[in-house]
């Protein structure tokens, strides 16, 4: 039995809907190493630039697309894990994931809150060996010295996401696993989880 003209109108109508409310969602440019990059460093300044006066929690709901599309934080929260990882449960391993992601983004959210057009610029990328990318920015700071950046990347289905960062030499993810690692000598994986919602409520 065919449809009806009827039906076929609405599931048309339904279609087009859809693929309507998903054009309207915030789309990123993740294409290559620098356009992801790039991405990050536009969404900070453009929402600091716009809405200056938002609250932690305000910047915290506007950044969450943008730290979500250009890094790859359950890959992040795994590495700084490493051989504790596999003796997760699934469940917690989806607690951890939670706690690190919104840890992640209040940071963000708290430390980019004052930064200006001119606030990012990009040096260079070139593909490592590994077929990583590696990134090279750094932070504008007028009257002192730069704050120099190292992105390293790593491709995805759906583009190139950040999965370090080395600010003026320290690398980001070797901090962690040693904080992390420091946490679960002496404690549980429901201790690191309490450890980050920690830190994550004293930038609230």
């Given amino acids: 039995m065919k449809p009806s003209s009827k039906l076929v109108a609405a599931l048309a109508l339904g279609l087009l809907a859809g693929a309507a409310a998903r054009a309207d969602g915030p789309r990123f440019e993740?294409?290559?190493p620098v356009a992801t990059v790039e991405t990050l460093h536009h969404g900070l300044v453009q929402l600091s630039v716009e809405r200056p006066e938002a609250t932690v929690e305000e910047r915290y709901r506007a950044?969450?697309?943008l730290i979500d599309a250009t890094h790859d934080l359950p890959y992040i929260a795994q590495f700084a894990l490493r051989r504790q990882w596999a003796g997760l449960a699934p469940q917690d391993r989806d607690r951890f994931v939670a706690a690190f992601r919104r840890l992640s983004v209040l940071t963000y959210a708290s430390r980019f809150a004052k930064l200006k057009p001119d606030s990012f610029k990009t040096v260079s990328s070139s593909v490592l060996?590994?077929?990583r990318a590696q990134v090279v920015a750094?932070?504008?700071r007028p009257g002192a010295t730069d704050v120099s950046l190292e992105y390293l990347l790593e491709h995805r289905d759906d583009g190139w996401r950040i999965i370090n960062i080395i600010a003026d030499g320290v690398s980001d993810l070797a901090l962690k696993r040693a904080e992390?690692?420091?946490v679960l000598g002496d404690g549980t994986i429901d201790d690191l989880i309490a450890y980050l919602d920690d830190q994550a409520k004293r930038l609230e």
Wanted: aromatic letters at 6%.
């Fill in 180 to 182: 992390y690692q420091r």
């Fill in 138 to 140: 750094a932070i504008v």
């Fill in 63 to 65: 950044l969450e697309p």
């Fill in 129 to 131: 060996e590994s077929g």
């Fill in 30 to 32: 993740t294409d290559s």
